[in-house]
């Protein structure tokens, strides 16, 4: 999930190629603000709501779905674009770099569904407390999500010119993560899985 093409990686990346690899840091530490956040309001208050009304947590699951498949189709699409695609954009401040990460973070529907409908599906209620469950899982994915975009703000100049000399390996990855996004918004779609009880 964190490999596939989003706002967030398209932001730090973006970032990255035309103002530097400092300047894609700080975008992803507003990125990772974002994530702290939305980890923190699902796992202290939505899974009570969508307790309460199931059908709200099987709407945001097929909205997740829904999103994730027009990801899939943006990316499989004849002339979809790869985040790797250079991109003019003006320089900015580290505040605003910074404040623009925690907002792509913010304003990101995957981020939302990956807290609201995809962790939720992995807590198991049998195994012990579900909010430490909850917190250790988007921990988890917090640090997986930080490692591979710091990865690519360090790489993303280097993997940038890699593609455009290589068309055909940009369309390879295209395919590859579009494929992969409709593999999850299908999976997402079609689970029987209900929010976990706190």
């Known amino acids: 999930m964190v490999l596939t093409p989003g706002p967030n990686m398209m932001y730090v990346t973006s970032r990255s190629i035309t103002q530097g690899r400092r300047a894609g ?21 939505l899974s009570a709501v969508f307790l309460v009304v199931p059908e709200l947590y099987m709407a945001v699951k097929l ?21 790797f695609a250079p991109q003019e954009l003006a320089p900015d401040s ?31 209620p049998a195994a012990g407390h579900v909010l430490l469950q909850g917190f250790a899982l988007g921990t988890i994915q917090i640090l997986i999500s930080l490692t591979v975009n710091t990865i690519l703000v360090l790489a993303a100049g280097t993997i940038a010119v890699f593609l455009a000399r290589r068309p055909s390996w940009l369309r390879i990855q295209r395919y590859v993560m579009g494929t992969v996004l409709g593999g999850l918004a299908v999976k997402m779609a079609t689970d029987r899985s209900h929010p976990a009880t706190a």
Do not use: C, E, H
Not at 63 to 81: D, H, K, S, T, V
Not at 95 to 121: C, D, H
């Open 25 to 45: 840091l700080v975008s992803l530490l507003g990125v990772g603000l974002g994530f702290l956040i939305y980890m923190s309001m699902a796992n202290l208050g």
């Open 63 to 83: 909205a997740g779905a829904a999103y994730l498949g027009w990801l899939a189709w943006q990316a499989l699409r004849p002339g979809g674009i790869s985040a």
């Open 94 to 124: 580290n505040r605003r770099l910074f404040t623009m990460g925690l907002l792509t973070n913010l304003l990101n529907p995957k981020a939302a569904i990956m807290y609201l409908s995809l962790i939720p599906q992995f807590v198991d």
